[in-house]
């Protein structure tokens, strides 16, 4: 697996990781406040996470043009 395809397969990862704890945090939004707000924070973490790893992806396509 190079590169790409492992960063790809990252993102995929982290995307997925982002609905389940999205989910979380709508389902326990009024039942359960404490676990609501652990799931948003997961959510930033992994939304900061994706979009580094998105960058780095981005980044893989622009070097070999330059």
Partial sequence: MNKLESLTAQAESKRLEY????QLYINNFYYDHAVSMIALEQMKKL????????????????????
Avoid: D, W
Avoid at 47 to 66: F, S
């Fill in 19 to 22: 609905v389940v704890q999205e």
């Fill in 47 to 66: 939304k900061t996470l994706l979009g580094a790893i998105r960058a780095e992806i981005a980044g893989l396509y622009v070097a070999p043009k330059l």
